[in-house]
């Protein structure tokens, strides 16, 4: 299963892959170097077919659990004063996405969007400290029942220039369900109110949807 953000891409790399793949059968003499080339065209496409997966899970939801937004593992755990929307200290939770993880983003609560916006900004690696507020990104907020207001920041980095929101402000969302999708690798910041239990640690690798982050 792939995801809808992919569809495009996959048609038009198909499409190329396989006219370079002819040429190469048709013009090519050096039978070596034919396999070669088609070998590195399939892998090549291989890639791109991993990279926009939508892997079907069976999601265990609860307003009283947080679940990481994306795959990836846990690169920050840590409080920190947000300028953006809550003007206040929260908890961090970081999660970094390779090209080989699943790029979709689920909500990680459900509720009330409160809060949806686009940021054009730099396109530093995503570990640098300063990518949460000088890269690229979208920040959605949804207010849940039990936790408030939760904050999910999806950031571009070095190889990541193309980020998909779908939150609009005032729509009820579930927990789980599409929220974005972020192509070529980068990094999904969760922000919690002081005193949230966190439930990973730091280099832990997390599953979207499925992973806990946290609970009360």
Sequence with gaps: MFHKEGQKIILAALSILLALGLSAHFFLDNEPLKKILVSVLILFFLLILQFFRNPKRDFQLSDNYVLSPVDGKVVVIEEVFDKEFFNEKRIQISVFMSPINVHVTRYPVGGKV?????????????????????????????????????????????????IVNYAVEGQKVNQAEDSGFIKFGSRVDVLLPLGTKVNVKLNQKVKGGITILAEK
């Excluded at 409160?114 to 979208?138: C, D, F, M, Q």
């Design 114 to 162: 409160v809060y949806s916006k686009y940021h054009p900004g730099k396109y530093l690696v995503a570990w640098h400290p300063k990518s949460s507020e000088e890269n690229e990104r979208t920040t959605v907020v949804v207010n849940n029942e039990i936790f408030g207001d939760v904050l999910h920041r999806q950031i571009a980095g070095a190889l990541a220039k193309r």
